[in-house]
């Protein structure tokens, strides 16, 4: 994977890109499972994330999105912005 870009923050020479882990989870929503990687601030913990309430959504790479109770395979995306209110669950999990 190559190295993310580092936009400047007009002109001044601040870096505004933060540094991210990623949580392999799984998470609930009406009626839709959704699989792949969380990114959270780095050193953050899945609770940290939950409880930041300065984000409406969390973004989720190498998503894996099936209907709850189905292994059958709805779509398969790169990024999905998962809306907080919409999480009914949500749980770490190994990476496959």
Sequence with gaps: MGRPASPRWWGQGWDVYSHKDRLHVVILTQGMQIEGDLHVLAG???????NS????????????????????????????????DSIDCIMEVPAP
Aim: net charge neutral.
């Design 44 to 50: 953050s913990r899945l609770t940290d994330a939950l």
């Design 53 to 84: 309430k300065g984000k409406d959504f969390f973004p989720v790479t190498d998503a894996r999105i099936c209907q709850v109770g189905s292994d059958d395979l709805l779509y398969s995306v790169q990024y999905i912005a998962v809306n907080r």
